[in-house]
C-alpha cells in the first residue's frame, strides 16, 4: 500500500511545520527548507527528528 496524496496534504516537517515532499518512490519524504529527509518504514512515514538525515547543502 503506497502513501496517499490526502496524506501528504495534511503531513509537515516538525520543525519548521512546512510541506514535505516524496521522494525515491516514497521511500523518504524531504522538508526542502530544513534540508531534511525523513524515511518511510512499512508504508508508515517516520516524522521523528531524531530519525531525520541532513541532506547536502545547497
Not at 530544513?34 to 527528528?49: A, Y
Request: glycine share 6%; proline share 7%; with cysteine.
Amino acid at each position: 500500500m503506497a502513501l496517499s496524496i490526502e496524506l501528504f496534504e495534511i503531513l509537515a516537517c516538525p520543525r519548521c511545520t512546512g510541506e514535505v515532499k516524496p521522494v525515491n518512490n516514497g521511500s523518504a519524504l524531504v522538508c526542502e527548507a530544513c534540508r531534511l529527509r525523513f524515511p518511510v518504514r512499512d508504508d508508515i512515514p517516520v516524522m521523528l527528528l531524531d530519525e531525520a538525515e541532513r541532506i547536502g547543502d545547497r
